[in-house]
């Protein structure tokens, strides 16, 4: 199943020299039923896109978690067997209404990710902003919804796995 684990290049550095992303159990975004009931007009390239947002979007919590980390999203894009993968529906540590969250419940290996997806640097004011928007947006203020939305305008880069470590 291909999954999208939300990071930072901070966590990216670390995963590169662990050759691997762990411990378990990780908070990823995938396709999951709920996203296609959602979603259900989308075929399987929107439903994807929609999972990787999804990540995205949580890389800007990990963001807000790690002051020193540059304000550039990072998403890993990585293929886990099934049964390593739970639906994240009624989990209490993962509770909430994100219809792509899922627990991958073993540590994955650098050797399954698939590719990385990462801002440009041009995108870091705005995901700082974002970053910086996060807990007024959280209690609801629209303006702050509106700078965080607006990190998703930017898309993100794709890199192939060898090229992660040239972004370290």
């Known amino acids: 199943m291909r999954v999208y684990l939300p990071a930072t290049l901070s966590r990216l550095a670390a995963v590169h020299a662990a050759r691997e992303i762990g411990p378990a159990p ?34 800007l919590r990990l963001l807000a978690d790690d002051p020193g980390a ?21 989990h209490a540590a993962l509770a909430g209404d994100d219809r792509a969250l899922v627990e991958v419940t073993a540590p994955v290996a650098w050797t399954a990710i698939a590719s990385g997806h990462v801002d440009d640097p041009g995108a870091e004011p705005d995901v700082a902003a974002a970053v910086e928007a996060l807990p007024a947006a959280g209690a609801g203020d629209d303006d702050a919804r509106f700078t965080v939305d607006g990190a998703e305008g930017h898309e993100l880069l794709w890199y192939a796995t060898q090229e992660l470590a040239d972004l370290l």
């Open 26 to 59: 990780l908070a990823a975004y995938a396709v999951t039923p709920a996203l296609r009931e959602w979603y259900a007009g989308g075929d399987e390239e929107e439903l994807e896109y929609a999972a990787m947002t999804a990540a995205a979007r949580a890389a």
């Open 70 to 90: 540059p304000r550039r999203r990072v998403v890993l894009a990585a293929e886990v067997p099934d049964k390593a993968v739970a639906w994240a529906s009624g």
